[in-house]
């Protein structure tokens, strides 16, 4: 877990925002970018495709102290939201140490956020891993539509179809309004950390 560069005394630790497509993945990585601006040292990539969606991944390090006086870098991805790019999305999956998975609470989305984790599940087999046994965290995104006259699903709702047996921190945001993003970020990376510091063990 985590990719180790003894030469730089650096850890690398790779963290994508998977889900359904338009379910805000990509407006995450943007707030964070311009929130952390100050602290972030590279540009962030983002590859748009003619219909102007991102096809690829937003990739962001940001520095966060020092495990064992190795120093910790972490790469934020996204995957591309349509399913027709699923090759993409396993590659980005190759040698992710933590997941945040961005559910779309509007109701007419349910069956999109089932098929994106489903997907999400074979996807991590694919690269032998267990979608139980990795650092994730649910964000259950768009909360700003609320009492804009569009159907959302309540958290139970979204508990019920995605949570129940992962059992996995829950928050709902929105990533438009940054409501709830940080606390997303710092909620994975903490869970990941804590994943790594046990696999150091």
């Known amino acids: 877990m985590g990719f180790i560069n003894v030469k730089k005394k650096e850890v690398q630790i790779k963290i994508v925002y998977y889900?359904?497509?338009?379910?805000g993945k990509t407006t995450n990585l943007e707030y964070i970018n311009t929130k952390y601006r100050e602290r972030i040292k590279t540009e962030m990539v983002s590859i748009k495709t003619h219909g102007d969606r991102?096809?690829?991944f937003d990739f962001l390090p940001v520095d966060i102290g020092k495990i064992h006086g190795f120093d910790i870098k972490i790469q934020l991805y996204t995957v591309?939201?349509?399913?027709k790019y699923n090759a993409t999305r396993k590659l980005v999956l190759k040698g992710v140490d933590g997941i945040v998975f961005v559910a779309d609470m509007q109701r007419e989305r349910r069956e999109s956020n089932l098929k994106a984790l489903e997907q999400m599940r074979e996807n991590l087999l694919s690269h032998n891993k267990d979608m139980l046994k990795i650092p994730l965290v649910m964000q259950y995104n768009k909360y700003d539509l609320k009492g804009e006259g569009v159907e959302l699903l309540t958290v139970e709702e979204m508990e019920q179809d995605l949570n129940q047996e992962l059992?996995?921190?829950?928050?709902e945001a929105s990533a438009l309004t940054g409501h709830n993003v940080v606390a997303t970020l710092k909620k994975i990376i903490s869970g990941t950390m804590i994943a790594f510091r046990k696999e150091l063990q």
């Open 80 to 83: 591309p939201g349509q399913v």
């Open 19 to 23: 889900g359904p497509g338009r379910g």
């Open 54 to 56: 991102t096809l690829f």
């Open 167 to 171: 059992k996995a921190p829950a928050l």
